[in-house]
T-cell receptor, first 113, second 114 residues
Framework: QQQVKQSPQSLIVQKGGISIINCAYE??????FPWYQQFPGKGPALLIA?????SEKKEGRFTISFNKSAKQFSLHIMDSQPGDSATYFC????????????FGTGTSLTVIP | NAGVMQNPRHLVRRRGQEARLRCSPM?????VYWYRQLPEEGLKFMVY????????ESGMPKERFSAEFPKEGPSILRIQQVVRGDSAAYFC????????????FGPGTRLLVL
């Protein structure tokens, strides 16, 4: 059973546009939701994370929106740049156990000049 | 300020051989996690270790796979008698004691089984 579902699988955005990636989770006990950015041949790098006690978190051009009742969260990349072209993974975990992350299947983002 | 280190970065093995993947966590981190990433897929949890202890190995295949994190030295993921289906990228992550949810990933080891 896929604990975290991510969409779309791939996304093409014009430079300066907004990229939006969506995730939905199953387990209401999850309490930490990070987003990771991965470039080809590299390991995932933590981008931004949110806890369910807030509905939005912004860091620079990256914003997470969180909807607890719908069990959904999304990543918004404002003013998308070609350098943002990468694969993005959402994840969820139970922070008090310190155990595994459940990852989405990834979104390949391409920002065209 | 070295991050999580993994070696080798690339490993080629023939079917039936053993693969040993090493992971050195970030300085001050006491938790290590191993994940496997198949092509075009997300990361799948394998095992979570602290020094000298396996905390959660619910994602490990029941046979041929083992992991350790000794008191001294790196964490080791060992795959015995490799098969073609073991070809994947294996990532290690580490986290500090009091921020276990903050996992930092290494660059990965890409295993190719011929």
């Amino acid at each position: 059973q896929q604990q975290v579902k991510q969409s779309p699988q791939s996304l093409i955005v014009q430079k300066g546009g907004i990229s939006i990636i969506n995730c939905a989770y199953e387990n209401t006990a999850f309490d930490y939701f990070p987003w990771y950015q991965q470039f080809p041949g590299k390991g995932p790098a933590l981008l931004i994370a949110i806890r369910p006690d807030v509905s939005e978190k912004k860091e620079g051009r990256f914003t997470i929106s969180f909807n607890k009742s719908a069990k959904q969260f999304s990543l918004h990349i404002m003013d998308s740049q070609p350098g943002d072209s990468a694969t993005y993974f959402c994840a969820a975990t139970l922070s008090y156990t310190g155990n595994q992350f459940y990852f989405g299947t990834g979104t390949s983002l391409t920002v065209i000049p | 300020n070295a991050g999580v280190m993994q070696n080798p970065r690339h490993l080629v093995r023939r079917r039936g051989q053993e693969a040993r993947l090493r992971c050195s966590p970030m300085k001050g981190h006491s938790h290590v996690y191993w994940y496997r990433q198949l092509p075009e897929e997300g990361l799948k949890f394998m095992v979570y270790l602290q020094k000298e202890n396996i905390i959660d190995e619910s994602g490990m295949p029941k046979e041929r796979f083992s992991a350790e994190f000794p008191k001294e030295g790196p964490s080791i993921l060992r795959i015995q008698q490799v098969v073609r289906g073991d070809s994947a990228a294996y990532f290690c992550a580490s986290s500090p004691l009091f921020r276990k949810e903050t996992q930092y990933f290494g660059p990965g080891t890409r295993l190719l089984v011929l």
